[in-house]
């Protein structure tokens, strides 16, 4: 018989650990069963299985980081597939590999003949897209821009231009803590005409997603200091 090919699991996480009921049986069925894990943050990880399954016994599982400050080691990767064990990928928040590390993994894995298995679970930029009302068809995601002056304003304007030019919603975030200074940035750097969804918080209890011209927006802008938020520039 032949032996069943070794499995790469794109596993999603909460966005909100509060919110444990997001998952179906079939895929914590699915996971639970995976003892080998590339994890970006192992804790977070560690916490995530637990609230799948109380049952899991966190020591019979093995982690090996993949974040910013540890790059993937691509021969453990090789070890556990040829080894015949399903490996599964977990970012901190949301989907790996989008706007998170794991994506030389991934390739790796190809690379290996191992199949890649994407499983269903929150992103938190496509919800906030859907959510916008903004054109989905069309869309650029430019992860986290620049920190300095004036960088940060070019990048806000040329993001802004490919938006009127092209119709291509524009898709961003920040490091939560200096949410309220991006805000700020965007409503004195951007058109008044152009349109801003503010996301924060999917799919927790104080969950905030809203759609308002940058004009409007001066009116009543939103506290989101530590909140994790998306930003999207759309008309």
Same mark, same amino acid.
């Given at each position: 018989?032949?032996?069943?090919?070794?499995?790469?699991?794109?596993?999603?996480?909460?966005?909100?650990?509060?919110?444990?009921?997001?998952?179906?049986?079939?895929?914590?069925?699915?996971?639970?069963?995976?003892?080998?894990?590339?994890?970006?943050?192992?804790?977070?990880?560690?916490?995530?299985?637990?609230?799948?399954?109380?049952?899991?016994?966190?020591?019979?599982?093995?982690?090996?980081?993949?974040?910013?400050?540890?790059?993937?080691?691509?021969?453990?990767?090789?070890?556990?597939?040829?080894?015949?064990?399903?490996?599964? &990928?977990?970012? %901190?928040?949301? *989907?790996?590999?989008? =706007?998170?590390?794991?994506? /030389? +993994?991934?390739?790796?894995?190809?690379?290996?003949?191992?199949?890649?298995?994407?499983?269903?679970?929150?992103?938190?930029?496509?919800?906030?897209?859907?959510?916008?009302?903004?054109?989905?068809?069309?869309?650029?995601?430019?992860?986290?821009?620049?920190?300095?002056?004036?960088?940060?304003?070019?990048?806000?304007?040329?993001?802004?231009?490919?938006?009127?030019?092209?119709?291509?919603?524009? &898709?961003?975030? %920040?490091?939560? *803590?200096?949410?309220? =200074?991006?805000?700020?940035? /965007? +409503?004195?750097?951007?058109?008044?005409?152009?349109?801003?969804?503010?996301?924060?918080?999917?799919?927790?209890?104080?969950?905030?997603?809203?759609?308002?011209?940058?004009?409007?927006?001066?009116?009543?802008?939103?506290?989101?200091?530590?909140?994790?938020?998306?930003?999207?520039?759309?008309?």
């Amino acid at each position: 018989m032949e032996n069943k090919p070794s499995c790469l699991y794109m596993i999603p996480s909460f966005l909100s650990p509060e919110n444990t009921s997001l998952f179906p049986e079939s895929f914590i069925k699915i996971v639970i069963g995976i003892h080998h894990f590339f994890v970006e943050n192992e804790r977070s990880a560690r916490r995530f299985l637990k609230a799948l399954d109380k049952s899991v016994v966190i020591d019979n599982i093995q982690f090996n980081l993949v974040n910013n400050h540890e790059k993937p080691d691509l021969n453990i990767l090789k070890q556990w597939l040829n080894q015949g064990n399903d490996v599964g &990928i977990i970012s %901190e928040a949301g *989907y790996p590999c989008i =706007a998170d590390p794991g994506n /030389i +993994l991934v390739k790796e894995a190809h690379h290996l003949g191992a199949k890649v298995i994407p499983l269903v679970g929150p992103n938190a930029m496509l919800m906030a897209l859907a959510a916008s009302g903004l054109n989905g068809q069309q869309f650029a995601f430019s992860g986290y821009l620049p920190v300095k002056m004036p960088e940060r304003i070019k990048a806000l304007k040329d993001l802004e231009k490919k938006m009127m030019y092209a119709g291509e919603t524009q &898709i961003f975030m %920040e490091t939560p *803590y200096r949410n309220n =200074a991006l805000v700020s940035d /965007i +409503l004195q750097h951007c058109q008044p005409e152009t349109l801003l969804c503010i996301a924060a918080d999917i799919t927790s209890a104080s969950e905030f997603i809203k759609t308002k011209k940058i004009k409007d927006w001066e009116k009543s802008v939103p506290e989101l200091n530590k909140r994790p938020a998306v930003f999207l520039l759309g008309k």
